[in-house]
């Protein structure tokens, strides 16, 4: 049955409500991690299947970062609005961590969670255990309000169409992002009036676009330029902004630096890829096109001529939810990155017709400066062969692996972009520049979610697998058949806080220490039985040699068998 909800004497149950609306603005899964506060959900959610209700499919997911990660992932792989219900103040505080990736990177995800009863009796859903009386909090949304767009308290069983409306509308607005509602246990223990519980959307999301004064500013300057530079973190947006960028950079031979890249922005051996290396490209232009860059130089190492024009282009170019980033602006255009790419590319077409000598000498030192880095690239990842090995080598391994499949692969403090070669949209992805950890293993299983079809890779170091807590990661791979194949980087340290160190005090006494101190994670678990343990297939391996047959076995485990696979790898960087 299509769009039923769960018809009571004076309206629906209030968590029949919810899901029901949630599908009417089509989600269609929700990533759950369930407690005492939830009796209403889970009785309306049995009453609405008992029923024939047409629901989104709940998916219980036993840790709350672990179904954070799996939302941001889903999202990536979908481009769909992602639900996630939590416990409480106490789920919601283990979920924190995954919202400020979420809110970085710009992810339309609709976050609850319950709130413990304010009432002690006489009424329905009031406090019945010691913990109703433990997780109350004065503002509980204080916990999340920095790393929202729009946060609320349901206050009456009625406001819940509206509300979901509101949360949605909002949180895929441009610039997109996650909202809040909590949900007190006494307003959901009370019916929803039927009417608009299975409504579509009554607001649509605001979506801000280029307008056509700044795209004829902005197609000057590129046009008119001597050294133009785009520094891209964020990648393209879509598969048609991809083609966009790659088009534009090729056809007007613009150098592209993928500085601190969180997503591929152009096919890694694309003529006018010249690598994260900001020198000597920022020192010489005259025209500097940011696309939705967080941090798109280092200001203490690099900066821009004063005399050259700095162009910010992305949901929000100027990034108001950091209280400091003070780079500058000197044109700053609010839209969809993949809009602006593709609305600047059109402009330009008809122009190619102007500037061509200058354009040509421009593009054999790019193509010259380009080929040089991979080369080195290539180098440096074949030096990696050796016990133990370096991240370089395994990546180039990883990415030898998947050739001919559709693929992602993650990396978080795991393989280096440098030593991949992919060539599509969606085939890379970092952490987000927030760095909470345990991000790449949840975030893989939330792609494979929305897209079964691919072959995800997550890659991260040792730190960061214990993070993701793996042991609930691997339990929801086996449960709802999601294969992701980890590889896990092993250095038995936090490496990260290491090279931070040593950069910060590089003639330190903790630099001069055996072991530096606060970095160790020695002895290092056998990860490989976490895997095994929820039917997977596990491996370690210190051998270069070794490698490239595990991985491949691996990967036809994940796509032939349809079970989850690790392989440890000793590494020494």
Known sequence: MDDVS????????????????LKALGVECILVNSGTDFPPIIEGLAEAGANGANLPQPLIVPHEHAAMGMAHGYHLATGKTPVVMLHTNVGLANGVTGLINAATDHIPMILMSGRTPVTERNRFGARTVPIGWGQEMRDQAAMVRESCKWDYELRFPE????????????ANSTAKGPVYLSLPREVLCELCPEEGV??????????SGVRPEELTALADAIA?????VIFVQRGAGSAAGFDALSKLAEDWAIPVCPYWATALPVPSDHPMNIGPNPMPWLAEADVVLVLDSLAPWEPDSHNPASSATVIQMGPDPLFSRFPVRNFRADIAIACAVEDGIVALEAALRPRLAEGTELRAVRRDRVRKAANEYRMAALESAMSGARSPMTKAYVGKCVSDAIQGHKATVLTELGVPLTSLDLHEHGSWRNLPHSGALGWSLPAGMGMKLGDPDRLVVATMGDGSYMFANPVACHQVMEAYDLPVLSVVVNNAEWGAVRKSVQGLYPDGYAAKAN??????????????????ASNGWGRKTDDPDALPELLREAVRVVIEEKRSALIDVAICD
């Open 6 to 21: 769960v018809k009571m004497e004076n309206g629906v149950s209030a968590g029949a409500a919810m899901f029901t609306k």
């Open 224 to 228: 008119g330029a001597r050294n133009p």
């Open 515 to 532: 072991q530096i101190p606060l970095t160790a994670l020695s002895p290092s678990p056998d990860f490989q039985r976490i895997a095994e």
């Open 198 to 207: 299975d409504a579509p959307a009554s607001m649509r999301p605001a979506r």
């Open 159 to 170: 406001q819940v169409p509206e509300l979901l409306d509101r949360a949605h509308g909002i």
